[in-house]
C-alpha cells in the first residue's frame, strides 16, 4: 500500500474516466489534424463530420473528456504532493528549487498520464506516479538555478553509477573503465 492514498475513486469510476479522457483527446488530436490539413481552425460542422457525429453529440464527448480527466487528476493529486516532498527533503538539488515550482510541474505529469491512461493493465495512481516522478525529475534539472546539464545526461550519470556500484560490490573491487563499458554495452569512449 502506498503512503499517499488517494481519494477513494472506485476501480468501474477510474475506468470510465479513462475512457471518456481518451475519447476527448481523441476528438482534440482530430481537431488539430484538420487544422493541419485544411491550414485554418475547422468549423463545427466540419469537425463534427471529420468525426462521424452531430455538432452536440461532439461537443458533449468533450466536455465529458474534459470532466473525466480533470476528475482523475483532482483524485490523485496527492501523488504530485508526496513526490515534489520527497525531492526536496532526499535531494541536494531539490533545496534550490521551491516546492510550488516542483508541484506545477509534476502536476503537467500528471495531467499527461491523465489523457493517456488505458484501464486494465494497472490501476491509475500507479501508472501516474511514473509520469509525475520523470516530469519532476525533469522539472528539477529545468528549474535548478545554474543547471545546464540536459535531463538525458543526468540519467546517464546516474546509470553509470549505479553500474558502478553494482560491479564494486560483485567484484570487491572497483571496477575499470573497460568492465564499465562492456556491463553496460556500450562504447569506452562514450
Known amino acids: 500500500m502506498s503512503s499517499y492514498p488517494s481519494v477513494f475513486i472506485l476501480q468501474e469510476e477510474e475506468n470510465t474516466a479513462a475512457k471518456f479522457s481518451q475519447t476527448g483527446k ?12 485544411l491550414g485554418r481552425q475547422p468549423t463545427d460542422s466540419e469537425w463534427s463530420s471529420a468525426c462521424k457525429m452531430n455538432i ?10 474534459i470532466q473525466a480527466r480533470n476528475r482523475l ?3 490523485n493529486i496527492r501523488i504530485v504532493d508526496h513526490w515534489a516532498r520527497r525531492l526536496i527533503q532526499n535531494s541536494k538539488a531539490g533545496k534550490d528549487v521551491s516546492y510550488y515550482e516542483l508541484v506545477a510541474e509534476g502536476l503537467i505529469g500528471l495531467t499527461k498520464a491523465a489523457e493517456c491512461y488505458q484501464p486494465g493493465r494497472v490501476r491509475f495512481y500507479t501508472h501516474a506516479e511514473i509520469y509525475v516522478r520523470s516530469q519532476l525529475y525533469k522539472g ?13 545526461t543526468m540519467m ?12 564494486t ?3 570487491k573491487r572497483k571496477p575499470t573503465d573497460e568492465e564499465l563499458s562492456s556491463f553496460l554495452k556500450m562504447k569506452l569512449d562514450t
Request: no cysteine; charged share 25%; glycine share 4%.
Open 26 to 37: 481523441r476528438l482534440q488530436v482530430k481537431r488539430k489534424e484538420l487544422n493541419k490539413t
Open 73 to 75: 487528476v483532482q483524485h
Open 156 to 167: 546517464m550519470n546516474a546509470k553509470l553509477q549505479k553500474a558502478q556500484n553494482y560491479l
Open 169 to 171: 560490490y560483485t567484484l
Open 140 to 152: 528539477l534539472t529545468k528549474l535548478r538555478a545554474g543547471s545546464h546539464t540536459p535531463h538525458s
Open 56 to 65: 452536440e453529440e461532439l461537443h458533449t464527448y468533450v466536455d465529458l473528456g
